[in-house]
């Protein structure tokens, strides 16, 4: 690391936290040369791998403007899919893999967008996982309707 005011090559590490709720590492570090302090951020690089074949870096504002159209019309704030984005970001990291396709993303957004909203997350998964008929769609009605009876103990109301 060089230093950002003399330019010397080396610099000692003085003090590092967590940031960016643990995505990242802020660094405080001096300079042996000049003895100046300065704070550096690291961060592991998440590159996303297209269809295409271009690889490009993760992005969370990707990822909400994508379930955003899914959720159009739909009761659902911008915090609630901040906090989508950032559970699909970790999902992912927790693969350890620093390049992931485009296919491991749109998986990774199925749960989180079907605990938020079912109707958002039929029409996200209508298009990601092409439904093209009507039985695409009463399948995971019915899966959806299963789950929810299960989770309501098999009560009916």
Do not use: W
Request: glycine residues 6%; neutral net charge.
């Amino acid at each position: 690391m060089h230093c950002p005011f003399c330019r010397h090559p080396d610099s000692r590490v003085v003090d590092s936290r967590t940031a960016d709720d643990g995505a990242s590492i802020r660094r405080r570090r001096q300079c042996p040369n000049c003895s100046r302090r300065f704070s550096t951020i690291e961060t592991a690089s998440l590159a996303v791998l297209k269809r295409s074949g271009v690889s490009e870096a993760f992005s969370r504002s990707k990822v909400i403007s994508g379930v955003r159209k899914a959720c159009q019309g739909r009761p659902v704030s911008d915090d609630q899919l901040a906090v989508l984005a950032q559970r699909v970001e970790e999902t992912i990291r927790q693969s350890g893999q620093a390049e992931v396709d485009a296919h491991a993303v749109g998986l990774a957004i199925l749960q989180p967008l079907r605990e938020l909203d079912v109707v958002a997350y039929l029409r996200f998964a209508s298009v990601y996982q092409d439904f093209d008929s009507l039985d695409d769609f009463e399948s995971a009605i019915s899966e959806l309707r299963q789950d929810a009876s299960a989770g309501s103990g098999g009560a009916s109301s």
